[in-house]
């Protein structure tokens, strides 16, 4: 069993732009046939529905991935995209009455959270508080830039995350992007914080830390950023891995065609169950047995 926890589809707003870059679409057909090739069983589904980069990228919103889960609810697990302006962008919004009526539709999280606020701002706060109240985990892109780009915006170190994990403990909080996951070496420069270092890790980074001090926090291994991670140095990434086999998510992020290779993060993980660097127990729970426990809380 292999569960996705980091998928998107490309919605209506992307057809101008795919026309633009003479891209394809990425539907829900598009998804199932790449889900079946790399033996995918189910895979989250995130709407993008934030301004910084919804226009941009046109990737589907809240409605168009409930219709695709609605034809597919066996394969796909639908998130809903609340931004924290959303309600008249003002802290005592009541978000919950929004996710409640996501909820009973189908959606059983929040993201992927793209709102270029910092991560502290009291907004973001609002956020965090209503998703711990309606048993939302938070899928978040972590970024260190205010401008020119997309995400929840913090420190170098995290700082701002380590104070909404202390205040929101019943919030679940997922890690993506490379700012986050920059973190893993303790030597990060903040020149990197937007890039994908190469070096070995010599220092265990702030997220070995904040990974173990806090249950709420857990890691989304998809995209580049994740996959950079642990395979930059791969016998610190098998032990990180190992490590935090509780707190980690298999995931993709990713518009591949029947002809791409598996996503490298798949065969990463692969081979480090093959040979041994990871345990079966803590492979199954990176590829499904977390985001059971965690997102689908054992249904
Ligand atoms: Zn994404």
């Known amino acids: 069993m292999i569960i996705d926890c980091h998928s998107h589809?490309?919605?209506?707003?992307?057809?101008?732009?795919?026309?633009k870059l003479n891209k394809t679409p990425f539907t829900a057909a598009s998804l199932l046939r790449r889900m079946d090739i790399d033996g995918i069983d189910r895979?989250?589904?995130?709407?993008?529905?934030?301004?910084?980069?919804?226009?941009?990228?046109?990737i589907a919103t809240n409605l168009e991935c409930l219709q695709a889960y609605r034809k597919h609810p066996d394969r796909l697990i639908p998130f809903c995209n609340i931004d924290p302006r959303?309600?008249?962008?003002?802290?005592?919004?009541?978000l919950s009455e929004l996710m409640n009526i996501y909820r009973d539709m189908g959606c059983r999280g929040i993201g992927e959270a793209c709102a270029g606020l910092s991560i502290v701002d009291p907004r973001y706060r609002n956020l965090f508080h209503h998703a711990g109240q309606c048993g939302m985990p938070v899928l978040f892109h972590l970024t260190g830039k205010r401008r020119g780009t997309y995400g929840m915006i913090d420190r170098l170190h995290l700082p701002g995350l380590e104070t909404v994990l202390g205040e929101f403990p019943d919030t679940v909080f997922i890690g993506h992007a490379m700012a986050f996951w920059g973190e893993i070496d303790g030597d990060l420069r903040l020149a990197d914080r937007e890039d994908y270092p190469e070096a070995?890790?010599?220092?265990?980074?702030?997220?070995?830390?904040?990974?173990?001090?806090?249950?709420?926090?857990?890691g989304d291994l998809s995209a580049g950023s994740g996959y950079n991670a642990i395979s930059r140095d791969p016998e610190t990434g098998y032990r990180f891995l190992q490590t935090f086999n509780r707190k980690l998510f298999y995931g993709t992020d990713r518009f591949l065609s029947p002809k791409d290779p598996p996503p490298a993060i798949l065969t990463?993980?692969?081979?480090?169950?093959?040979?041994?660097?990871?345990?079966?127990?803590?492979?199954?729970?990176?590829?499904?047995?977390?985001?059971?426990?965690?997102v689908l809380k054992g249904e």
């Open 9 to 19: 589809l490309t919605g209506a707003a992307y057809s101008a732009v795919a026309r």
């Open 43 to 58: 895979s989250v589904l995130l709407p993008i529905g934030n301004p910084e980069n919804h226009e941009v990228l046109g």
């Open 86 to 94: 959303m309600m008249y962008n003002t802290p005592e919004a009541d």
């Open 200 to 218: 070995l890790i010599r220092k265990e980074g702030r997220l070995w830390t904040l990974l173990k001090q806090y249950p709420n926090l857990y």
């Open 268 to 294: 990463f993980l692969k081979d480090a169950r093959r040979t041994g660097r990871i345990t079966r127990r803590a492979y199954e729970n990176i590829m499904f047995r977390n985001v059971s426990r965690v």
